[in-house]
């Protein structure tokens, strides 16, 4: 790096003079700085000439004929004379010239043509910082031009990696506020504004009288809004359309797509969107020309409030651009805003299924009431759950009551008041209890010839629907075999006798004082229930998920060596739901349960030499949302001997009412039991103290009898991971420099989902031909911190003649595959024309 310092300047004299071989060195000081220094400079292997400017005669006649031996340095303190001139000119071919002003040394050390030392001249104050200067070195330009000597100034300033314009551009935007931006008070202060605003009209097509980050920012996003928006824009915004969409574009995707950047573009967004009050401004837009463009969070808010008035109005046909409503709230939910307001388009979408199905209609008979469950209505209960989901992660909900009124309606007033009547009356039917599976036969059907290891997962209040988007989820692991079957819960639907029958038995009965007994022995806990299991078969065992979920694999090992058979109680639903104040999560419950569900099945086949799971639960429940109206619960059941429940009563006699429906004891248990459960045959419930409202379970509904069974199959050795991801960090678009650094980030940590990955890099033409050096990157970084998992990588390409027209690619291979995984276009600019207009 140059510095100015008579010692060093000594120092590289020296080391011209070193060898055998005569040499001649002149060194021109134009501004005749080192002339009282130089009076008193001894060489070791040289004399030292002072050169007169009306000497050059006499002086070539001594060196040439006088004195051909002797090592010397000619020093002149004033320019070199034009060639014409010069009669020492011929002796300056085979002579070496030397450089001591700071300019010069660094235009000799960069390898800068001397016709841009004017350039490094006017800027010379931004060299007068050692740290800085080595900024503006370590960018290692290779082929400079006025443009990108300017450029590398900028980029020095704004401590970026790479000689880039719009890295520049990315981190005055990014790192700095828009006023007073830190960046741009140094750009000023080195010089460099004119040409920074320059620049700008060159690359973006930005240009005004008075320049500042503000317009530019608003010039960015007016004109990517332009491209995307399906008519005129406002007239105010016209002015600020830039006839060089494609860079901004190109420019503004890179920014938004950043895992590092994307919320600061949302920051510049919400800020260009409030000075242009975007809202008002789109606000009488047809709503289709709106469905493509998502530069800002106010256009998803337009939309989504027009999606509501639909689905308000029930008019489920409607359409933009040809997409009905779930098409739209995909389309958006997978744009850039849809990260960040992704719940809205959920709950549009599921409200939209559940108005859809408003004037539901249900099969009569018990064996079409359960098809049509499993293949249709199950969608409407899963869409209830992903409605409300969604629904309780929006912060201001007030602009969707109206909406949430009606699902709560259609699903309540239409859906269950329809369904769970015409369930209750076909239950009765004298085959209903032979149409599926039943539950207390779930371990002589499933359990009983068992010859591989097999744990059983039992899900506490797992109902169907929520088991079935289990199913889905393991359907779509590879390795995985799903199979999913339905089986009819006992009735009263509670955990007490659920969980009773999912034990190997002989007989299941409840005594006088209501206490569940298998094989008359009791199973309330999990010692009482091991015990009943290994009667049956003795190398088996019984552990509660949450003893288990944190083991080491030594540990978690060591529960399944030398066992055949293993119950897993899980209880995550029941458990939220029953708590008057967590009832309302129970919703969120079930997508945990299901994720704690999978993990432990990874865990287990990896960690546990175990393969073979089957997942189902004791009963389902019921859940809404709203309050239970007075009018909904049932009075008057009030007798000493029954066991009563909010939606059952167990008791010698069945209770006889209105909207009461009752079945014999003996026969849910096939025994000889003569008490009664009685049970509403709609969603209504027994009037009682305590406990919450909005989730129930116990009673005869698909909702709370049907459970799942899911039986997995996971292949040897296999855990659900996906490799580590390599991406730009900015994406480039030309190459300019034979030597070329490009920053990568890996998308997300190592973890025991997401492994370590070594990816191949190199340049390619689009004849496949190698243009650059292969760089090796292995993506194992654990960091949390986004920032701490940048690659940098050198480049180095081939010395030939490259078209600017023709098609290169950047190119990303996993190592272990040989796939290619990333594909990015870029030009190879390698020629530079001065078309800069600096005027030099």
């Given at each position: 790096?140059?510095?100015?310092?008579?010692?060093?300047?000594?120092?590289?004299?020296?080391?011209?003079?070193?060898?055998?071989?005569?040499?001649?060195?002149?060194?021109?000081?134009?501004?005749?700085?080192?002339?009282?220094?130089?009076?008193?400079?001894?060489?070791?292997?040289?004399?030292?000439?002072?050169?007169?400017?009306?000497?050059?005669?006499?002086?070539?006649?001594?060196?040439?004929?006088?004195?051909?031996?002797?090592?010397?340095?000619?020093?002149?303190?004033?320019?070199?004379?034009?060639?014409?001139?010069?009669?020492?000119?011929?002796?300056?071919?085979?002579?070496?010239?030397?450089?001591?002003?700071?300019?010069?040394?660094?235009?000799?050390?960069?390898?800068?043509?001397?016709?841009?030392?004017?350039?490094?001249?006017?800027?010379?104050?931004?060299?007068?910082?050692?740290?800085?200067?080595?900024?503006?070195?370590?960018?290692?330009?290779?082929?400079?031009?006025?443009?990108?000597?300017?450029?590398?100034?900028?980029?020095?300033?704004?401590?970026?990696?790479?000689?880039?314009?719009?890295?520049?551009?990315?981190?005055?935007?990014?790192?700095?506020?828009?006023?007073?931006?830190?960046?741009?008070?140094?750009?000023?202060?080195?010089?460099?504004?004119?040409?920074?605003?320059?620049?700008?009209?060159?690359?973006?097509?930005?240009?005004?009288?008075?320049?500042?980050?503000?317009?530019?920012?608003?010039?960015?996003?007016?004109?990517?809004?332009?491209?995307?928006?399906?008519?005129?824009?406002?007239?105010?915004?016209?002015?600020?359309?830039?006839?060089?969409?494609?860079?901004?574009?190109?420019?503004?995707?890179?920014?938004?797509?950043?895992?590092l950047y994307r919320g600061r573009y949302d920051?510049?967004?919400?800020?260009?969107?409030?000075?242009?009050?975007?809202?008002?401004?789109?606000?009488?837009?047809?709503?289709?020309?709106?469905?493509?463009?998502?530069?800002?969070?106010?256009?998803?808010?337009?939309?989504?409030?027009?999606?509501?008035?639909?689905?308000?109005?029930?008019?489920?046909?409607?359409?933009?651009?040809?997409?009905?409503?779930?098409?739209?709230?995909?389309?958006?939910?997978?744009?850039?805003?849809?990260?960040?307001?992704?719940?809205?388009?959920?709950?549009?979408?599921?409200?939209?299924?559940?108005?859809?199905?408003?004037?539901?209609?249900?099969?009569?008979?018990?064996?079409?009431?359960?098809?049509?469950?499993?293949?249709?209505?199950?969608?409407?209960?899963?869409?209830?759950?992903?409605?409300?989901?969604?629904?309780?992660?929006?912060?201001?909900?007030?602009?969707?009551?109206?909406?949430?009124?009606?699902?709560?309606?259609?699903?309540?007033?239409?859906?269950?008041?329809?369904?769970?009547?015409?369930?209750?009356?076909?239950?009765?039917?004298?085959?209903?209890?032979?149409?599926?599976?039943?539950?207390?036969?779930?371990?002589?059907?499933?359990?009983?010839?068992?010859?591989?290891?097999?744990?059983?997962?039992?899900?506490?209040?797992?109902?169907?629907?929520?088991?079935?988007?289990?199913?889905?989820?393991?359907?779509?692991?590879?390795?995985?075999?799903?199979?999913?079957?339905?089986?009819?819960?006992?009735?009263?639907?509670?955990?007490?006798?659920?969980?009773?029958?999912?034990?190997?038995?002989?007989?299941?009965?409840?005594?006088?004082?209501?206490?569940?007994?298998?094989?008359?022995?009791?199973?309330?806990?999990?010692?009482?229930?091991?015990?009943?299991?290994?009667?049956?078969?003795?190398?088996?065992?019984?552990?509660?998920?949450?003893?288990?979920?944190?083991?080491?694999?030594?540990?978690?090992?060591?529960?399944?060596?030398?066992?055949?058979?293993?119950?897993?109680?899980?209880?995550?639903?029941?458990?939220?739901?029953?708590?008057?104040?967590?009832?309302?999560?129970?919703?969120?419950?079930?997508?945990?349960?299901?994720?704690?569900?999978?993990?432990?099945?990874?865990?287990?086949?990896?960690?546990?030499?175990?393969?073979?799971?089957?997942?189902?639960?004791?009963?389902?429940?019921?859940?809404?949302?709203?309050?239970?109206?007075?009018?909904?619960?049932?009075?008057?059941?009030?007798n000493k001997t029954s066991l009563i429940n909010?939606?059952?009563?167990?008791?010698?006699?069945?209770?006889?009412?209105?909207?009461?429906?009752?079945?014999?004891?003996?026969?849910?248990?096939?025994?000889?039991?003569?008490?009664?459960?009685?049970?509403?045959?709609?969603?209504?419930?027994?009037?009682?103290?305590?406990?919450?409202?909005?989730?129930?379970?116990?009673?005869?509904?698909?909702?709370?009898?049907?459970?799942?069974?899911?039986?997995?199959?996971?292949?040897?050795?296999?855990?659900?991971?996906?490799?580590?991801?390599?991406?730009?960090?900015?994406?480039?678009?030309?190459?300019?420099?034979?030597?070329?650094?490009?920053?990568?980030?890996?998308?997300?940590?190592?973890?025991?989902?997401?492994?370590?990955?070594?990816?191949?890099?190199?340049?390619?033409?689009?004849?496949?031909?190698?243009?650059?050096?292969?760089?090796?990157?292995?993506?194992?970084?654990?960091?949390?911190?986004?920032?701490?998992?940048?690659?940098?990588?050198?480049?180095?390409?081939?010395?030939k003649k490259y078209d600017k027209d023709k098609?290169?690619?950047?190119?990303?291979?996993?190592?272990?595959?040989?796939?290619?995984?990333?594909?990015?276009?870029?030009?190879?600019?390698?020629?530079?024309?001065?078309?800069?207009?600096?005027?030099?």
């Open positions: 790096m140059a510095e100015m310092n008579i010692k060093q300047i000594i120092d590289r004299l020296n080391a011209e003079f070193t060898g055998d071989t005569r040499k001649l060195v002149f060194w021109y000081d134009d501004n005749g700085e080192f002339v009282e220094d130089m009076q008193n400079v001894e060489l070791e292997n040289a004399k030292v000439y002072f050169l007169q400017a009306d000497n050059q005669f006499a002086t070539k006649l001594f060196l040439e004929r006088q004195d051909t031996t002797t090592n010397y340095l000619i020093y002149a303190p004033f320019p070199k004379p034009d060639v014409r001139d010069n009669h020492l000119e011929d002796t300056l071919l085979y002579s070496k010239r030397f450089f001591a002003d700071r300019a010069s040394l660094l235009l000799v050390d960069l390898g800068i043509d001397e016709k841009y030392k004017p350039i490094i001249e006017k800027h010379i104050k931004f060299f007068a910082n050692k740290e800085r200067t080595q900024r503006f070195y370590d960018l290692e330009i290779e082929n400079f031009n006025e443009e990108n000597i300017i450029t590398g100034l900028l980029s020095a300033i704004c401590r970026t990696r790479t000689c880039s314009f719009e890295e520049v551009i990315r981190v005055i935007l990014t790192d700095s506020e828009l006023a007073d931006n830190k960046f741009l008070s140094e750009v000023e202060k080195y010089g460099l504004l004119d040409d920074f605003w320059k620049l700008c009209e060159q690359h973006f097509g930005y240009t005004d009288v008075k320049p500042t980050l503000e317009k530019l920012v608003v010039t960015m996003f007016v004109t990517y809004t332009a491209k995307y928006v399906g008519a005129e824009l406002p007239k105010a915004w016209k002015g600020f359309i830039s006839y060089k969409a494609g860079n901004i574009i190109a420019f503004m995707d890179n920014l938004m797509n950043s895992i920051e510049l967004s919400a800020h260009v969107a409030f000075g242009l009050n975007v809202k008002k401004a789109f606000s009488d837009f047809p709503p289709e020309d709106l469905v493509n463009c998502d530069t800002f969070l106010a256009i998803d808010q337009i939309l989504i409030n027009w999606v509501v008035a639909r689905l308000v109005a029930e008019d489920v046909g409607a359409r933009l651009d040809n997409l009905i409503i779930p098409q739209i709230c995909d389309k958006r939910s997978k744009m850039h805003f849809g990260e960040k307001i992704g719940s809205c388009y959920q709950m549009l979408s599921s409200a939209y299924q559940i108005i859809q199905a408003g004037n539901y209609h249900c099969p009569d008979s018990f064996k079409d009431i359960l098809l049509h469950y499993q293949e249709e209505d199950f969608r409407l209960d899963c869409e209830y759950r992903q409605f409300y989901s969604a629904f309780d992660q929006i912060e201001d909900t007030t602009g969707f009551e109206p909406l949430r009124d009606l699902v709560e309606n259609i699903y309540t007033n239409e859906y269950l008041e329809t369904l769970l009547p015409k369930w209750n009356a076909a239950i009765q039917e004298p085959d209903a209890l032979m149409a599926l599976p039943l539950q207390r036969d779930f371990y002589a059907r499933n359990l009983k010839n068992v010859k591989e290891r097999t744990v059983v997962i039992i899900s506490d209040a797992m109902r169907y629907e929520v088991g079935k988007e289990l199913f889905r989820r393991m359907q779509d692991d590879p390795k995985c075999t799903a199979k999913l079957e339905v089986q009819l819960s006992v009735l009263p639907s509670y955990t007490r006798l659920g969980m009773a029958a999912l034990l190997p038995h002989t007989e299941l009965t409840m005594t006088n004082d209501f206490k569940v007994l298998v094989d008359g022995l009791p199973c309330e806990n999990l010692v009482e229930r091991e015990a009943i299991l290994q009667k049956y078969n003795m190398d088996s065992v019984c552990v509660q998920f949450d003893s288990i979920k944190s083991l080491k694999i030594a540990d978690l090992r060591s529960i399944f060596t030398g066992k055949q058979l293993v119950y897993v109680y899980h209880n995550q639903i029941d458990a939220r739901g029953d708590k008057p104040n967590t009832e309302d999560e129970v919703f969120v419950a079930c997508q945990e349960a299901i994720a704690e569900i999978i993990d432990l099945i990874r865990r287990i086949s990896t960690s546990a030499n175990t393969y073979r799971f089957i997942v189902t639960a004791d009963h389902g429940f019921i859940y809404k949302r709203d309050k239970i109206a007075e009018s909904d619960k049932i009075e008057g059941v009030k909010r939606r059952f009563v167990v008791s010698p006699e069945p209770v006889v009412g209105d909207g009461i429906a009752s079945m014999e004891m003996g026969e849910i248990l096939c025994n000889s039991d003569t008490k009664w459960v009685s049970y509403p045959i709609s969603d209504d419930v027994f009037k009682v103290t305590g406990g919450g409202q909005n989730y129930v379970h116990g009673g005869s509904s698909p909702q709370e009898m049907l459970v799942p069974v899911l039986d997995l199959k996971m292949e040897r050795g296999h855990m659900d991971t996906r490799s580590a991801s390599l991406a730009l960090v900015s994406m480039v678009r030309k190459i300019t420099n034979k030597i070329t650094i490009l920053d990568l980030i890996q998308s997300e940590p190592v973890s025991d989902v997401v492994k370590a990955a070594t990816y191949r890099l190199f340049f390619i033409s689009d004849d496949n031909e190698r243009i650059s050096n292969e760089n090796s990157c292995i993506a194992d970084s654990r960091d949390q911190d986004a920032s701490k998992r940048i690659f940098r990588l050198k480049f180095q390409f081939k010395e098609q290169y690619f950047f190119v990303i291979c996993d190592d272990a595959t040989g796939l290619e995984v990333f594909r990015h276009p870029v030009i190879m600019d390698m020629a530079f024309a001065d078309d800069y207009g600096f005027g030099f």
